[in-house]
């Protein structure tokens, strides 16, 4: 088995890349930026860090799209980030196209909501350690396994995912406003927070990746 982490020019491949290395027991882990590598490779993990335009701008050029798009409907799929955004409809940062993998927007944080509980004025981009409530429907997904409910990820983001299909929901933060926080349908899971940047959780849920039978 091999897993492909794409190299799409942007992103935080090398921690991701180590991180997965140190879970996952020996399986191979290659940053590729070749489509023909992403193609072939068991498992495929969409890191992010940057801009929505600039993410489906590199995408296009580079000729990863269509290899992205077959990853996402073929096998265990893993979007972190830009990785979770891109899957999406459209952006508002940009005004840009996504994937179209599934329905619904990306939107960015409203200015109005952003005061915590006290009226402070909340900072954007959301930057720093929080709290995700994990979704039972029908049952906890099993990239959650090992993971209790609230543990606390790291966030870098100005954007949140919209879900037209409130099924897909996986998992939920907040911040000035509850936003959804991961997403999952069939072999895909994405998530808004770095599991790279994440502590022994974050290690657990890269490790219940390789490990997912979807």
């Known amino acids: 088995m091999t897993i492909a982490v794409v190299d799409y020019g942007m992103g ?8 997965l290395e140190h879970v996952a027991g ?33 995408l296009e050029a580079r000729g990863l799209k269509p290899a992205v798009l077959a990853a996402a409907r073929e096998k265990p799929f893993l ?35 952003m005061v915590d509980a006290d009226g402070q004025r909340l900072k954007v981009p959301h930057m720093g350690w929080n709290g995700v409530q994990q979704a039972t429907h029908p049952k906890t997904h099993p990239l959650w396994d090992g993971i209790a409910d609230g543990a606390r990820f790291y966030f870098v983001h100005s954007y949140f995912v919209e879900p037209a299909d ?10 000035g406003l509850p936003f959804t926080c991961a997403v999952a349908r069939d072999n895909i899971f994405a998530m808004q927070f770095h599991p790279e940047k994440s502590a022994r959780d974050g290690l657990r849920l890269l490790k219940n990746f390789v490990a997912w039978q979807p």
């Open 26 to 58: 020996g399986v191979p882990v290659v940053v590729t930026a070749d489509p023909v590598v992403v193609a072939a490779a068991e498992r495929v993990v969409f890191p992010g860090q940057g801009a929505m335009p600039d993410c489906m701008r590199e």
């Open 166 to 175: 409130e099924r897909l929901v996986q998992g939920v933060c907040a911040y």
């Open 79 to 113: 979007g972190i980030c830009i990785g979770l955004q891109m899957l999406f409809e459209r952006s508002e940062e940009g005004d840009v196209p996504g994937l179209g993998v599934f329905a619904g927007r990306v939107r960015r944080f409203p200015d109005e909501r």
């Open 12 to 19: 935080n491949l090398r921690s991701v890349s180590k991180a």
